[in-house]
């Protein structure tokens, strides 16, 4: 029997581009939001003011190393970003996905994260909530000019590439380079994000990606971002440095733990 969830008030070459592909095609919040050990079910309330709508109720994964913190996943702090730059107040269940409890698996029999309550209906996939978020809430806008949308989109796959690879002459560290260095180029002549001046939907999706790549490859494979690539230094300590981002980010230890498996398994 599933308990009622606490309230805390406040809120080189045609294999490696194959296996790019396959790794594009496979990406998803389960893969990432990965079920953790701990056995805990916690809730962050941040409430509206009288002037406010309603808080959005989204699920998220919980921290599986400090109860009450957010766990590691950056679908869901994307969410989180976008409800914190639009200054909207949302409920925020953390849920410990290695013991999902009955309330939760019936909103989301896959029992994925982030699902988030719109209109009366639960929606799911990252992609989906921002968007309905964005045409519900559009201001302040934070929507991306389509032709701009895609910049940067293949870091997250080049980076999880490299990163599991046990060949170090497979062609994986460069092909993330040479992404990085294209995104450098870009933000150098259109920066510093990536619609220009201000924060946008595409800075919110890729600055949770950055966030894993910059620990991750530096835990399991003593590797940073080059120097020679200071445009994408800029933009990575700009975005971290953001009151959203700090608010919303993983634990480091806990970003650690939850790419363990697909390092070693």
Not at 106 to 126: C, H, M, N, R, Y
Request: aromatic letters at 8%; proline letters at 8%; one cysteine or more.
């Amino acid at each position: 029997m599933s308990m009622a969830p606490a309230i805390v008030t406040r809120s080189s070459s045609f294999l490696l581009s194959s296996r790019l592909k396959t790794l594009s095609s496979t990406l998803s919040p389960s893969l990432f939001c990965r079920p953790t050990r701990r056995r805990t079910l916690l809730t962050t309330t941040i409430r509206a003011t009288s002037s406010s709508p309603q808080p959005l109720e989204l699920c998220v994964k919980e921290s599986p190393t400090v109860p009450g913190k957010l766990g590691d996943c950056p679908f869901s702090q994307r969410v989180l970003l976008t409800l914190e730059e639009k200054h909207l107040p949302y409920d925020m269940k953390l849920v410990d996905l290695s013991n999902k409890p009955e309330w939760f698996l019936k909103i989301t029999p896959e029992g994925k994260v982030p699902i988030a309550k719109l209109d009366d209906k639960w929606v799911s996939d990252s992609d989906v909530i921002t968007q309905s978020v964005e045409e519900k809430f559009p201001d302040p806008p934070l929507a991306t000019p389509p032709e701009k949308a895609t910049i940067g989109s293949k870091i997250f796959s080049t980076f999880i590439a490299f990163l599991i690879s046990k060949d170090s002459s497979d062609g994986t560290e460069l092909a993330l380079l040479n992404e990085l260095k294209s995104f450098d180029g870009y933000i150098k002549e259109n920066g510093p994000f990536i619609n220009g001046e201000r924060v946008s939907a595409a800075d919110l999706s890729l600055g949770p990606k950055l966030y894993h790549l910059g620990i991750a490859l530096g835990h399991y494979k003593n590797w940073s971002v080059p120097e020679s690539l200071p445009y994408v230094k800029r933009y990575m300590k700009s975005v971290f440095s953001m009151d959203s981002f700090v608010k919303t980010k993983a634990l480091q230890e806990d970003v650690i733990a939850g790419w363990r498996p697909k390092v070693f398994g």
